[in-house]
């Protein structure tokens, strides 16, 4: 038997085929079981086995939704406030998982994963919500697995009216695939990420974000910072699409990317789409090396250029940490 | 009731002006190995550019169609005209221009532009020069500013055959190779060493042929220490059927030479403008690109920048205005080669009236580019709820010794601003037009006088109404 190719992420408006940055393509591999993904949940919780939700798309693309339906979905269905976050921890290579959360008007959920596959292999997750209205989810994304492991993420969500979805993701090593589509269909309802990653040699990050303004007075804020180092890869895209009737709207992106070393390879392609007029929508990038003059300052300092380069990567990933509403997940991650 | 307040569409009764089809030769539609022979007979081709032609016709039967862009599906190349000869050969006296022709370049200013303001004019009509003339001082300071056809034989013919569709090339995209197939008119501009043209050249094109393209080839190159500004303008009348224009602009900025290259780019609304410009510069050598896009139904135009030498250049200034039934897909593409190099783009798009702007870019910078830095403003304003307007800017940085950044905005005119300028004094209407002017003032200042004049004619906001 052999290994597929499939596209994944994709820009939802393509650009120039020559700069290679339109989407992705892995390798579905043939040999792929039912992956469980270790579970801490409340009792409040009521856990199903769901059909596959196909309405709620991701920023990974339909084309991929045939491999994910070889996971049962596991389904949750949360009424009101949860105290404890819903952990998920996956260790299993060579598996794929589907999870869907339906988070009922007022309710909020914390959703903490953590894809730490201790050996090469794959691992496949995709994570959908149906948000209420006025519900409140954060999901936090930790990925922590080896250099030589591949992690692809699929996270999907429908946010109804004055519902909010954030998102908190830390990529620290491996190889990784995020495609992320979060559609703000109730007015008033709002989107918003964090992204904190470190890509160092023989490594990948490929990040799709596709937020889509439908409702009126929508909002979305996305902030991604992180460094690379060896021949590090990194891809971001990043679209915020006003459709027609988001009036009131207002989309932000900001990216600052960090680079140590002379083989790292950084695309960043921050698109903007929009069909309304009564919206205002910005975006920025700054990609560079650290400063000289907050070089020279803290070398004058006594520190080292090594011992700088790391205390400005740990700032931009420790910023991100510091937002996960969950003080055990932070301890460990900070150690 | 009173109106709403409304922008005015761009003014283009001006321009919608069309003399009668009498040309003196003309091929048939399509494009065939045949026609791009009758083409180069035309011509009288040297052997090699023969051969080029159908070389870049294998190309583009080979090549596919982009699939990202704007639609072409009314662009049909069988039903286009790629060559059509008007009744008269180039001159370098207007009087030696026929009336009909000469009335045409006279009611778009270009003689007295030329006479007032200009160091020397090109005037294309159709597929052909009719007329090109460089001022005595200049020439005598060694510059050449002749139709490219005829220097391909003459003392620049090897100079032109080294440089020809080298920068770009015809496997680039599918209208390169179109391009070079049936490629005609065109000049060729030589800036020698040192020498500083201080006042403009000028190429006006018109395309008057209903169904027809226009492909001509500007090559420009200025030699080291050098400095030259080039302007470009262009228009035809509207047609119910498809007009192209895949035109081809090379440009070469020597050591320590400076390029600037504006262009008012106003064709009609059944123009498909899908036009290709390119330059390179050498050490210590700028480049200034001043752009101003207001016609066509579709364009796809993203004039690049490679900054091969170090310590050289790049600065790009440009606004497009997308109204009715427009689709205009522009932006710059640079590449940072060089150590030390620079680059600052500065863009504005205005849309309205279910007009499409799409604001494409790439910012490359190569692993070898140390101490590269580029940054880029784009800024969008949309005037109505059923207009788009589309931001899509690529980065691509291959080494840390670099320093990249990027920001745009998309909006409508800000209530604030309205309101503040309202406080002292000034109308709605007159304080909404301040605005929407002094949004397209980054390219009107960068233009003589005469060419902002016109662009701004162009541009002519008409406000009504009260607070809407």
Same mark, same amino acid.
């Given at each position: 038997?052999?290994?597929?190719?499939?596209?994944?992420?994709?820009?939802?408006?393509?650009?120039?085929?020559?700069?290679?940055?339109?989407?992705?393509?892995?390798?579905?591999?043939?040999?792929?079981?039912?992956?469980?993904?270790?579970?801490?949940?409340?009792?409040?919780?009521?856990?199903?086995?769901?059909?596959?939700?196909?309405?709620?798309?991701?920023?990974?693309?339909?084309?991929?939704?045939?491999?994910?339906?070889?996971?049962?979905?596991?389904?949750?269905?949360?009424?009101? *406030?949860?105290?404890?976050?819903?952990?998920?921890?996956?260790?299993?290579?060579?598996?794929?998982?589907?999870?869907?959360?339906?988070?009922?008007?007022?309710?909020?959920?914390?959703?903490?994963?953590?894809?730490?596959?201790?050996?090469?292999?794959?691992?496949?997750?995709?994570?959908?919500?149906?948000?209420?209205?006025?519900?409140?989810?954060?999901?936090?994304?930790?990925?922590?697995?080896?250099?030589?492991?591949?992690?692809?993420?699929?996270?999907?969500?429908?946010?109804?009216?004055?519902?909010?979805?954030?998102?908190?993701?830390?990529?620290?090593?491996?190889?990784?695939?995020?495609?992320?589509?979060?559609?703000?269909?109730?007015?008033?309802?709002?989107?918003?990420?964090?992204?904190?990653?470190?890509?160092?040699?023989?490594?990948?990050?490929?990040?799709?974000?596709?937020?889509?303004?439908?409702?009126?007075?929508?909002?979305?804020?996305?902030?991604?910072?992180?460094?690379?180092?060896?021949?590090?890869?990194?891809?971001?895209?990043?679209?915020?699409?006003?459709?027609? *009737?988001?009036?009131?709207?207002?989309?932000?992106?900001?990216?600052?990317?960090?680079?140590?070393?002379?083989?790292?390879?950084?695309?960043?392609?921050?698109?903007?789409?929009?069909?309304?007029?009564?919206?205002?929508?910005?975006?920025?990038?700054?990609?560079?090396?650290?400063?000289?003059?907050?070089?020279?300052?803290?070398?004058?300092?006594?520190?080292?250029?090594?011992?700088?380069?790391?205390?400005?990567?740990?700032?931009?990933?420790?910023?991100?940490?510091?937002?996960?509403?969950?003080?055990?997940?932070?301890?460990?991650?900070?150690? | 009731?009173?109106?709403?307040?409304?922008?005015?569409?761009?003014?283009?009764?001006? @321009?919608?002006?069309?003399?009668?089809?009498?040309?003196?030769?003309?091929?048939?539609?399509?494009?065939?190995?045949?026609?791009?022979?009758?083409?180069?007979?035309?011509?009288?081709?040297?052997?090699?550019?023969?051969?080029?032609?159908?070389?870049?016709?294998?190309?583009?039967?080979?090549?596919?169609?982009?699939?990202?862009?704007?639609?072409?599906?009314?662009?049909?190349?069988?039903?286009?005209?790629?060559?059509?000869?008007?009744?008269?050969?180039?001159?370098?006296?207007?009087?030696?221009?026929?009336?009909?022709?000469?009335?045409?370049?006279?009611?778009?200013?270009?003689?007295?532009?030329?006479?007032?303001?200009?160091?020397?004019?090109?005037?294309?009509?159709?597929?052909?020069?009719?007329?090109?003339?460089?001022?005595?001082?200049?020439?005598?300071?060694?510059?050449?500013?002749?139709?490219?056809?005829?220097?391909?034989?003459?003392?620049?013919?090897?100079?032109?055959?080294?440089?020809?569709?080298?920068?770009?090339?015809?496997?680039?995209?599918?209208?390169?190779?179109?391009?070079?197939?049936?490629?005609?008119?065109?000049?060729?501009?030589?800036?020698?060493?040192?020498?500083?043209?201080?006042?403009?050249?000028?190429?006006?094109?018109?395309?008057?042929?209903?169904?027809?393209?226009?492909?001509?080839?500007?090559?420009?190159?200025?030699?080291?220490?050098?400095?030259?500004?080039?302007?470009?303008?262009?228009?035809?009348?509207?047609?119910?059927?498809?007009?192209?224009?895949?035109?081809?602009?090379?440009?070469?900025?020597? #050591?320590?030479?400076?390029?600037?290259?504006?262009?008012?780019?106003?064709?009609?609304?059944?123009?498909?403008?899908?036009?290709?410009?390119?330059?390179?510069?050498?050490?210590?050598?700028?480049?200034?690109?001043?752009?101003?896009?207001?016609?066509?139904?579709?364009?796809?135009?993203?004039?690049?920048?490679?900054?091969?030498?170090?310590?050289?250049?790049?600065?790009?200034?440009?606004?497009?205005?997308?109204?009715?039934?427009?689709?205009?897909?522009?932006?710059?593409?640079?590449?940072?080669?060089?150590?030390?190099?620079?680059?600052?783009?500065?863009?504005?798009?205005?849309?309205?009236?279910?007009?499409?702007?799409?604001?494409?870019?790439?910012?490359?910078?190569?692993?070898?580019?140390?101490?590269?830095?580029?940054?880029?403003?784009?800024?969008?304003?949309?005037?109505?709820?059923?207009?788009?307007?589309?931001?899509?800017?690529?980065?691509?940085?291959?080494?840390?010794?670099?320093?990249?950044?990027?920001?745009? #905005?998309?909006?409508?005119?800000?209530?604030?601003?309205?309101? @503040?300028?309202?406080?002292?004094?000034?109308?709605?209407?007159?304080?909404?037009?301040?605005?929407?002017?002094?949004?397209?003032?980054?390219?009107?200042?960068?233009?003589?006088?005469?060419?902002?004049?016109?662009?701004?004619?162009?541009?002519?906001?008409?406000? #009504?109404?009260?607070?809407?």
């Amino acid at each position: 038997m052999t290994d597929r190719k499939i596209v994944i992420n994709s820009l939802p408006s393509p650009t120039w085929n020559r700069l290679k940055i339109n989407d992705a393509i892995v390798t579905l591999p043939d040999n792929i079981r039912n992956g469980v993904a270790c579970v801490e949940l409340s009792p409040d919780i009521v856990c199903y086995d769901a059909d596959f939700p196909s309405e709620i798309q991701t920023g990974m693309g339909t084309d991929i939704d045939g491999f994910f339906r070889l996971a049962s979905t596991n389904g949750f269905i949360v009424n009101s *406030g949860t105290p404890t976050p819903v952990k998920l921890e996956y260790k299993e290579t060579d598996s794929v998982c589907s999870e869907y959360f339906e988070v009922e008007d007022g309710a909020s959920l914390n959703v903490i994963q953590t894809f730490s596959l201790s050996e090469p292999g794959n691992l496949f997750d995709r994570i959908v919500f149906r948000i209420k209205k006025h519900a409140k989810v954060t999901l936090t994304q930790i990925f922590c697995g080896k250099s030589s492991s591949e992690t692809l993420s699929a996270v999907g969500s429908l946010v109804d009216e004055g519902a909010c979805f954030n998102v908190i993701q830390i990529f620290l090593n491996g190889r990784n695939y995020s495609g992320l589509q979060s559609e703000l269909i109730g007015d008033g309802s709002s989107f918003s990420a964090d992204c904190a990653y470190n890509v160092g040699t023989n490594e990948i990050l490929d990040i799709n974000y596709n937020i889509i303004h439908f409702g009126k007075q929508t909002n979305c804020d996305i902030k991604t910072a992180g460094t690379l180092y060896g021949n590090a890869e990194k891809i971001f895209r990043g679209t915020i699409d006003f459709r027609r *009737g988001s009036s009131g709207s207002t989309g932000s992106e900001l990216e600052d990317v960090m680079l140590l070393s002379d083989d790292v390879i950084n695309k960043t392609i921050p698109v903007i789409l929009c069909k309304e007029e009564d919206v205002e929508g910005n975006h920025g990038a700054t990609i560079g090396e650290i400063p000289e003059e907050l070089l020279f300052y803290l070398m004058s300092r006594g520190l080292s250029a090594e011992e700088i380069s790391e205390m400005l990567a740990r700032a931009r990933l420790e910023r991100v940490i510091h937002l996960i509403p969950d003080k055990h997940t932070q301890c460990s991650l900070l150690k | 009731m009173e109106d709403k307040t409304y922008i005015e569409d761009i003014n283009r009764s001006f @321009y919608d002006f069309r003399n009668e089809d009498k040309d003196s030769y003309k091929v048939e539609e399509g494009l065939t190995p045949d026609i791009v022979g009758k083409i180069s007979d035309e011509k009288n081709d040297p052997e090699w550019m023969r051969e080029f032609r159908l070389k870049a016709l294998d190309i583009y039967n080979r090549l596919e169609m982009a699939q990202w862009g704007p639609p072409i599906d009314g662009l049909d190349m069988d039903n286009i005209v790629t060559y059509v000869r008007p009744k008269t050969k180039m001159t370098a006296k207007w009087s030696d221009v026929p009336d009909e022709i000469k009335d045409t370049f006279e009611r778009l200013g270009i003689p007295e532009a030329e006479r007032t303001s200009l160091a020397g004019v090109g005037a294309q009509y159709d597929s052909e020069l009719v007329y090109h003339n460089v001022k005595e001082e200049v020439a005598a300071q060694g510059v050449v500013y002749a139709g490219i056809e005829d220097s391909l034989r003459g003392p620049y013919a090897e100079m032109i055959r080294s440089h020809f569709m080298k920068l770009v090339t015809p496997s680039d995209h599918k209208f390169a190779a179109l391009h070079g197939a049936v490629w005609s008119g065109g000049s060729f501009v030589y800036v020698p060493p040192g020498v500083s043209v201080e006042i403009p050249l000028q190429s006006y094109f018109r395309l008057n042929a209903p169904g027809a393209g226009q492909f001509e080839h500007t090559l420009i190159i200025v030699d080291e220490g050098a400095d030259l500004h080039f302007i470009e303008g262009c228009s035809a009348p509207k047609y119910n059927i498809a007009n192209l224009h895949a035109g081809c602009v090379e440009l070469f900025v020597g #050591k320590n030479a400076r390029l600037r290259y504006s262009t008012i780019e106003n064709w009609s609304k059944n123009m498909y403008n899908l036009n290709t410009k390119r330059a390179i510069v050498e050490d210590g050598g700028r480049m200034e690109w001043v752009s101003g896009s207001f016609g066509s139904h579709t364009s796809y135009l993203y004039p690049m920048t490679i900054l091969n030498g170090n310590n050289s250049s790049m600065e790009f200034t440009g606004i497009t205005f997308a109204g009715k039934g427009q689709n205009l897909d522009t932006g710059m593409k640079v590449v940072h080669a060089g150590e030390n190099t620079r680059s600052v783009i500065n863009t504005r798009s205005i849309s309205k009236d279910g007009g499409i702007s799409t604001y494409r870019s790439s910012v490359q910078i190569n692993k070898k580019a140390k101490k590269a830095k580029s940054t880029a403003s784009c800024q969008s304003l949309m005037i109505d709820d059923i207009s788009q307007s589309d931001t899509i800017p690529a980065m691509d940085v291959r080494t840390k010794d670099a320093d990249v950044g990027h920001e745009a #905005k998309i909006g409508r005119i800000s209530d604030d601003a309205v309101f @503040y300028l309202m406080s002292r004094g000034i109308s709605e209407e007159e304080a909404r037009a301040l605005i929407v002017s002094g949004f397209a003032d980054n390219v009107s200042k960068e233009l003589p006088l005469e060419y902002a004049v016109e662009m701004n004619n162009l541009i002519r906001i008409e406000m #009504k109404g009260a607070i809407g």
